[in-house]
């Protein structure tokens, strides 16, 4: 889907939750994810909370590059990732106790979920579907 710039500015402009959501509907009906990537890796922000690693990723690249110029991230590109192969990494992240920053605005404001906690929501969604 094309988005037009008013529609990303009211996505935006929703809190963290209803972000969240709209991550979810638009990550499982296009089934993929998007994040900034080097040769290093993905983007990884911190949790100011317990200062443990926070893998960014966004429902779609428009905005994973408004989030890239405006943290200034220039030498990392906007890729995409397969959700399924993006949903088997969550075993593994859940192990190294990183967690998911879902849809990071402009000044930084994202859900911050646990792995275990996306796949069940992923789960929901895709149970959903199929009803």
């Known amino acids: 889907m094309e988005l037009t710039k008013k ?10 939750e209803s972000r969240y959501k709209y991550f979810i509907r638009t990550a499982a ?7 900034l990537a080097d040769e290093e890796g993905w983007l990884m922000l ?5 200062n443990s690693d926070v893998l960014a ?8 590059e408004i989030f890239q110029e ?16 993006f949903l ?7 192990a190294q106790k990183i ?14 979920m646990t792995p275990d906690r996306l796949l069940a ?8 579907e199929t009803e």
Do not use: H
């Not at 929501?121 to 959903?128: H, I, R, T, V, W």
């Open 7 to 16: 529609n990303i500015d009211e996505i935006l402009a929703r809190k963290p």
């Open 29 to 35: 009906s296009e089934e993929e994810v998007w994040g």
């Open 46 to 50: 911190e949790d100011d909370t317990d």
């Open 57 to 64: 990723v966004f429902p779609n690249p428009e905005f994973a």
């Open 70 to 85: 405006a943290g200034a991230f220039g030498e990392f590109q906007v890729e995409a990732l397969d959700l399924y192969e």
């Open 88 to 94: 088997e990494w969550m075993e593994d992240m859940e």
């Open 99 to 112: 967690k998911v920053g879902v849809f990071p605005t402009p000044d930084f404001q994202c859900a911050v």
């Open 121 to 128: 929501d992923f789960q929901a969604e895709f149970d959903k």
